[in-house]
């Protein structure tokens, strides 16, 4: 029970995920413990099926765990109904995605506050349009594309669609930013600017981060990192040498069901 | 806020869809011009069913007729007086008519009305349909002098004018005859000696008839060698002094249809080719009203045509003064002098009802005491204003059977936009957008198109409408068939009416199908799972 993780702000408890195919069951997610802690940059590493895209939908509320539960922010959002799912979705968390995913109809501006559109009645965004756009134009600053604020995805290249979801991700002014292969697309040189902008909302704005990727070298540029393998956590290390490196090779989780209070108080 | 951006931009960007609401335009065009058209057409039909008819009939089969209408309609006020408005007697007889056109004799059968002028046009739109601009303000059974339909082309010549030259032209005529009959005979005598039949019967085609009014009448044509006057002279009475010159026999008012015969001339255009007209005199054969009918023969002067539209009207009804008629017929009492009709004609109130009317009445004279045939015009033109509904009803049917598979381009298109969505649909749900705001993207979307579609339809089908005169006139010219042929219609232009509640109903039908096909794949939209949805290539 370390002190460091005592209040994490998201945290998986005991998840166990399969999907069935032709009635055959085919586990994802074997009984997974992770949580994140306030404030840090964290990896989800590991090669495609290993199940970290399974538990960042799982942790995005995008769909629901077959056991376990996923806390955010000391209350658990797993099992709230529909609604509540959504408004923890809009409000809670900011998700990036590998494909950018953007609303090919809509510009730059509208892509950015589509969450707070979404959030809103007609009325209601009317009522705080000019706030709105004017935090999305600020947004959009931030990622450094205002002078493309019209310009429809169709006419951006991968980076600058990237830099667009993520303006889109802070509108709500998020907690938590899940970001699934968020250069996974993207050439080296663009995916290095990306990071360094995730890494930039995490230290300047205390953001935390988790980043889903299958590249140990993006991995690594996170504060910690979590490994999975096969539908289970296998190992965790952080990359900071300063803080508490002798963990980073040994802190592996037992294959079965290890209670989620160890694999967070390991770290 | 999304889901109004999102679809009015799909409605803009998706140019799929907006083919797909085409048939919905185009159907909503046709429902409007159709049902603009058939109101029309009904609107005018029932003007012209019931320009004649009064709102009740009365009719007694009796060839006697009822006896003392005043009676009766005392007797029909006090029992339904509240809803008359107005109220009429007349006489109904079948009757031949016979016209002399060029030597030959014309028969028709028409239904001789005696009419009382006074009265008749508060129950019916009689006058209106006279040719005479005077007649139509007041019926006159006296000969008008001319200036019968003068806007009306190719009519020929009426009234006294025309009266006094045929007249005249037949004297000369007839002069010149018995001059050439008179050598003729003069040469046969010389060359045989042996007498001919003369060409009296021959040159004159009306039947045989002995009244002396008609042998004085029919002058010139029958007249065998001298004028009728000369002629007059021997047979002697009232037909001594008739000089067809300056006087008429008891006025007729023709309907059109029964003397007249329309035709295409060689380029086409629709001629109306007249066997008689104001200023000839015909002849009406008709049975009396006593216990043993007798035909009577009689011979009347037209003094007007009738025209309302309805052929049915035009061609079967012929109509004199009712005193006249009651008189020919022998309808009046010689002792008490109450005279009798066959048919009472009503005019309601605006908004009486009419059945209720009609039932009240049946009741008073009930069927089997009286032998007296109560009804609305509406029984009379049943069968056909029956048609004219059902044709409106299949013909509604039919066309939103249209807009409906127009409904199914628009489900058809609507999954399709829907799968092509996925991804979109995937990112706002994970955005938060709750299945219920995806769903109502794709309504509103089907909504959006289904007022555009129809909007569009409206203002089509509106101005169709509008110029549907013109349209069809180009028609014509392109395809050199005549759309809306005058011999068949009696409508110069197409009558059209545009209702505001018919337009509404119509759009908003098509607008709840382009909806209702929107409904399943907004639901597939909305159930969609959000990680499938993402994961969508």
């Known amino acids: 029970m370390s002190s460091t993780l005592t209040n994490p702000i998201l945290q998986a408890r005991g998840i166990r995920k399969s999907y069935y195919k032709n009635h055959i069951e085919l586990p ?43 806390w955010f922010d000391g209350q658990r959002v797993d099992n709230l109904p529909r609604r509540g799912r959504d408004q923890y979705r809009n409000r809670e968390i900011g998700i990036i995605f590998q494909f950018y995913h953007l609303l090919p109809e809509l510009s730059a501006l509208e892509n950015v506050l589509a969450p707070a559109m979404i959030s809103r009645s007609v009325l209601g965004y009317f009522r705080q349009r000019k706030s709105l756009t004017a935090r999305a134009e600020a947004m959009l600053d931030r990622v450094g594309l205002l002078d493309r604020k019209t310009h429809k995805p169709s006419e951006m290249s991968g980076g600058e669609m990237q830099r667009v979801a993520i303006a889109r991700s802070l509108m709500s002014e998020p907690k938590l930013l ?47 990192c979590y490994r999975m393998q096969d539908g289970l956590l296998v190992d965790r290390f952080t990359n900071e040498p300063s803080q508490d490196a002798a963990t980073s090779p040994s802190a592996r989780t037992s294959d079965q069901s290890p209670a989620p209070s160890r694999a967070v108080s390991a770290a | 806020m999304y889901r109004l951006l999102l679809c009015f931009r799909y409605l803009r960007t998706r140019y799929i869809a907006l083919a797909s609401i085409i048939s919905v335009t185009l159907g909503v065009a046709t429902l409007i011009v159709v049902n603009s058209v058939m109101a029309g057409f009904s609107a005018e039909m029932h003007e012209r069913l019931h320009g004649l008819a009064s709102d009740i009939l009365i009719e007694c089969h009796a060839s006697g007729g009822m006896p003392d209408p005043d009676a009766h309609l005392a007797e029909i006020r006090r029992v339904v007086g509240d809803d ?79 009266r006094k030259a045929r007249v005249a032209y037949e004297r000369a005529l007839s002069e010149e005859r018995a001059r050439v009959e008179a050598m003729n005979r003069e040469v046969e005598k010389l060359s045989s000696g042996r007498p001919t039949a003369t060409s009296a019967t021959s040159q004159d085609g009306l039947i045989e008839d002995n009244a002396a009014e008609d042998l004085a009448s029919a002058g010139p044509l029958l007249g065998p060698l001298l004028p009728p006057e000369m002629n007059g002279g021997e047979t002697g009475g009232v037909a001594a002094i008739f000089d067809p010159a300056t006087e008429q026999y008891p006025g007729i008012i023709l309907g059109i249809s029964t ?79 109450v005279k009798s009709v066959t048919t009472i004609q009503l005019k309601l109130v605006e908004g009486a009802d009419l059945n209720a009317v009609r039932d009240a009445l049946r009741k008073r004279f009930p069927p089997d005491t009286f032998a007296y045939s109560i009804q609305t015009w509406r029984d009379m033109q049943g069968p056909l204003l029956a048609a004219v509904r059902l044709e409106t009803t299949i013909l509604n049917i039919l066309l939103f059977l249209i807009i409906a598979v127009a409904g199914f381009g628009i489900l058809a298109t609507f999954f399709m936009i829907v799968v092509e969505k996925t991804r979109d649909i995937g990112t706002l749900k994970a955005l938060g957008a709750s299945g219920s705001g995806v769903m109502s993207i794709f309504l509103s979307y089907g909504l959006l198109l289904g007022i555009v579609g129809s909007g569009v339809g409206l203002l089509g089908g509106i101005l169709f409408v509008d110029n549907i005169n013109e349209i069809a006139g180009v028609i014509e010219r392109i395809t050199g068939q005549e759309v809306f042929d005058p011999t068949v219609y009696y409508f110069t232009e197409i009558p059209t009416i545009l209702n505001p509640f018919t337009l509404a109903w119509v759009m908003a039908g098509a607008v709840a199908i382009a909806t209702a096909a929107s409904v399943l794949p907004a639901m597939r939209a909305a159930r969609m799972h959000p990680v499938t949805a993402l994961r969508f290539e």
């Not at chain 2, 309302?308 to 079967?316: A, L, V």
Request: charged share 25%; glycine share 8%; with cysteine.
């Open chain 1, 28 to 70: 994802v997610l074997r009984g997974v413990d992770v949580a994140f802690a306030r404030g840090e940059m964290s990896a989800l590493v590991g090669r495609s099926g290993s199940g970290k895209s399974t538990l960042m939908h799982l942790l995005a509320t995008l769909d629901q765990p077959d056991e376990g539960e996923v």
């Open chain 1, 178 to 224: 899940l970001a699934d292969e968020p250069t996974g697309n993207l050439d080296t040189e663009t995916g290095e600017s990306i990071l360094q902008l995730l890494r930039q909302l995490n230290t300047e704005d205390g953001l935390t981060v988790v980043m889903i990727t299958h590249d140990d070298t993006i991995a690594e540029r996170a504060d910690r």
């Open chain 2, 84 to 162: 008359i408005e107005g109220a009429s007697v007349s006489v109904h007889v079948p009757s031949m008519l016979g016209i002399d056109f060029n030597g030959q004799l014309i028969t028709r059968h028409v239904n001789l009305v005696g009419i009382d002028a006074a009265t008749y046009d508060t129950v019916s739109h009689f006058g209106r349909y006279l040719i005479h601009p005077e007649n139509q303000k007041q019926v006159d059974f006296n000969l008008r002098e001319s200036g019968f339909a003068e806007n009306r082309e190719n009519f020929p010549a009426s009234g006294w004018h025309y």
């Open chain 2, 259 to 337: 003397c007249s015969n329309k035709l295409r001339d060689d380029a086409g255009n629709v001629r109306d080719h007249y066997y008689c007209r104001p200023g000839d005199d015909v002849r009406m054969m008709f049975p009396s009203a006593s216990e043993n009918p007798k035909v009577l023969n009689q011979k009347f002067t037209v003094v007007d045509l009738y025209e309302s539209g309805m052929s049915e009207y035009d061609s079967t009804f012929a109509f004199v003064r009712l005193d006249q008629l009651q008189e020919f017929r022998g309808m009046i009492d010689p002792i008490s002098g």
